[in-house]
Nanobody
């Protein structure tokens, strides 16, 4: 069992940066692939980024602007978001996947979820 708690969301202007954090508790954090998803009002939850044994993967919409990283000693995964756009406005969720390979991008494939943190980008 893994518990996930996100933090770092907020209200920013277009072009600003934010760093989201996701603190995990439970066993064997380093064994999990970790992902970030987001969900805007009226839309389905969508993949943003993933980090696992095979490296990192990004959605095309955030590639070059967002960076996912993890610190296994701190049981924490991060999402550095630069050059934010109004289209990035959503609730951002951290998720853990027990399967490292192959990389997976569907929300239903992930085993544990945080409660989400709101990111709002004004124009």
């Amino acid at each position: 069992q893994v518990q996930l708690v996100e933090s770092g969301g907020g209200l920013v202007q277009a072009g600003d940066s934010l760093r989201l954090s996701c603190a995990a508790s439970g066993r064997a954090f380093s064994d999990y692939a970790m992902g970030w998803f987001r969900q805007a009002p009226g839309k389905e939850r969508e993949f943003v980024a993933r980090i696992g044994w095979s490296g990192t993967n990004y959605a095309d919409s955030v590639k070059g602007r967002f960076t996912i990283s993890r610190d296994n000693a701190k049981n924490t995964v991060y999402l550095q978001m630069n050059s934010l756009k109004p289209a990035d406005t959503a609730v951002y969720y951290c998720a853990a996947d027990k399967t490292n390979w192959p990389p997976r991008y569907r929300a239903n494939d992930y085993d544990y979820w945080g409660q989400g943190t709101q990111v709002t980008v004004s124009s």
